[in-house]
C-alpha cells in the first residue's frame, strides 16, 4: 500500500490488521539487531482469563471486547513468567507490531540512560541547550524544559484529535507520509500556555525527545537504543523504527516489535530498571518516570489536563492505589504495569472504531484498563 493512501485510511473505520503488521512495506526503516544473547520469558502454569469485567456500572463480556477491538495479541506476565499468551489468526508470536505511543516509553527510557550516561546533563536545562533549531524566534519549545516536554506540558498549541482531517496530529501525519523531515515540524509549533502548567498530549513533545537523544548522544534513536536497551534485554526478534527521508526516526509511534519484547519494557520498569543483576536504567529514572509529581499531572478531573489518566516521563498513570503504569498507544496498543500484583499485560490491537469520535466510546481505553484490572487479579 502507498503511505499516503495508508495514513488517510487511518481512524476511518478501514481495518488495519494487514497494514499494522506490514509497516516495512509501506515505510522505510531503521532497524535494531536481535539480541546476540536472546533472553525469552519462562512460561509457567496457564491461566484462564476472567469471562468478564466491570465498566461504567455494566459487566462486559471479555472475549466480546477483545474481540471487538481486533486483538492481534494478549500477553499475560506474572512474576516475569508467561501465564497467558495467544495471538490472532492473522498475527503470531513471530509478528512485527506497529507501537503507536507505546514507542514513547522506549524513547523515555532512552533519554533516562542518556541522563544516567552524562550525555544530557539534566532535564532541568532547556531542550534549546542540545536543540538550538528549537530555538527559533515564535517556536513553542525555546527555552522550554526538558522535564515539561517528557511530561507533555510543554505549552505548545496542538490537537491531537484523530476525528478532525484539520487537526495537528493529522498534519504531522502528512508530512510523515511525504517523507519531509519530521524535524522541520516541532519549530512550527506556537506557545499556547506556560510551560509546565497543563498536561496536553502532544506527539510532538515526543518527536522533540526524538531529536534531544540524537543531538545529545550523536547518534540515531535506533542505534543508541539497539547498544542500551534492545541488546540487555535480549530482545528475540530485530527492532524496527519507521523513519523519514533524511532518516530521523519516527519517535513518537514508530517502533514496530513483537508482543514479548514490548513486553521486556513493562518487566524492566516493574523490576525499577534492573535486568538479570544489571541496572539498565536507574531506579531513579524508572521512579520519577511513573510518578506524577506537579497538580496538573495527577490522575482525575484535575481541569490541568486533557485526559483523566495522570502522566509521568511518557508514561500514563491512571488512578489507584496499586501504582500501576501503562504505555498507551493509538488503537489499542497497551503495554500495562501492576507492580502490586508482579503482572505485565500487553496488548496489541487495530480497534477498528479508534478515533472516528473524540471520545471514550472510540478510544475505550479506560475499559482496557478495567479489564487488565480484572486479569491481574486472577494471575
Same mark, same amino acid.
Given at each position: 500500500m502507498e503511505r499516503i493512501d495508508y495514513l488517510q485510511s487511518l481512524f476511518s473505520g478501514a481495518s488495519q490488521t494487514d497494514n499494522f503488521k506490514n509497516q516495512r512495506d509501506i515505510f522505510p526503516m531503521a532497524e535494531m539487531t536481535a539480541s546476540p544473547t536472546p533472553r525469552p520469558f519462562p512460561v509457567t502454569d496457564a491461566m484462564t482469563l476472567p469471562e468478564s469485567y466491570m465498566f461504567a456500572g455494566t459487566r462486559r463480556d471479555t472475549e466480546a471486547f477483545l474481540a471487538e477491538t481486533e486483538t492481534m495479541a494478549l500477553l499475560v506476565l506474572k512474576d516475569g513468567k508467561i501465564r497467558f499468551e495467544r495471538y490472532a489468526p492473522w498475527g503470531g508470536a513471530d509478528t512485527h507490531w506497529i507501537s503507536m505511543s507505546v514507542g514513547k516509553s522506549f524513547v523515555s527510557a532512552a533519554i533516562g540512560i542518556a541522563v544516567d550516561e552524562g550525555l544530557i546533563k539534566s532535564i532541568e536545562q532547556p531542550v534549546t541547550d542540545y536543540v538550538p533549531a528549537l530555538g527559533v524566534e515564535g517556536?513553542?519549545?525555546?527555552?522550554?524544559?526538558?522535564?515539561?516536554?517528557?511530561?507533555?506540558?510543554?505549552?505548545?498549541?496542538?490537537?491531537?484529535?484523530?476525528?478532525?482531517?484539520e487537526s495537528d496530529i493529522m498534519r504531522l501525519a502528512s508530512a +510523515?507520509?511525504? $517523507?519531509?523531515?519530521?524535524?522541520?515540524?516541532p519549530p512550527t509549533l506556537t506557545r499556547a500556555r506556560a510551560p509546565g502548567s497543563y498536561n496536553l498530549y502532544n506527539s510532538?513533545?515526543?518527536q522533540v525527545l526524538g531529536m534531544l537523544l540524537v543531538a545529545a548522544t550523536g547518534r540515531t534513536i535506533a542505534d543508541y537504543m539497539q547498544e542500551k536497551l534492545w541488546h540487555p534485554l535480549g530482545m528475540e526478534n530485530v527492532g524496527l523504527w519507521i523513519v523519514d527521508g533524511e532518516g530521523m526516526e519516527m519517535a513518537f509511534g514508530g517502533l514496530n516489535a513483537t508482543a514479548r519484547d514490548y513486553a521486556k519494557i513493562g518487566e524492566l520498569f516493574r523490576l525499577g530498571g534492573q535486568w538479570d543483576g544489571k541496572q539498565i536504567v536507574s531506579s531513579d529514572w524508572v521512579k520519577a518516570s511513573v510518578?506524577?509529581?506537579?497538580?496538573? +499531572?495527577?490522575? $482525575?478531573?484535575?481541569?490541568?489536563s486533557d485526559s483523566l489518566f495522570g502522566y509521568g516521563y511518557q508514561w500514563w498513570v491512571p488512578e489507584g492505589d496499586e501504582g500501576e503504569f501503562s504505555a498507551i498507544g493509538v488503537y489499542n496498543q497497551f503495554v500495562y504495569v501492576n507492580p502490586a500484583k508482579g503482572v505485565v499485560i500487553v496488548k496489541l490491537s487495530a480497534n477498528p472504531r479508534y478515533g472516528e469520535t473524540n471520545d471514550e466510546?472510540?478510544?475505550?481505553?479506560?475499559?482496557t484498563m478495567e479489564l487488565f484490572r480484572a486479569i491481574a487479579e486472577v494471575a
Open positions: 517556536s513553542a519549545y525555546a527555552g522550554v524544559r526538558i522535564k515539561d516536554i517528557l511530561q507533555m506540558s510543554s505549552g505548545a498549541g496542538w490537537n491531537e484529535d484523530y476525528s478532525d482531517p +510523515l507520509g511525504t $517523507g519531509s523531515a519530521l524535524n522541520a515540524f510532538t513533545d515526543t510518578t506524577p509529581d506537579a497538580p496538573h +499531572l495527577m490522575p $482525575g478531573d484535575t481541569g490541568l466510546s472510540s478510544y475505550r481505553e479506560f475499559e
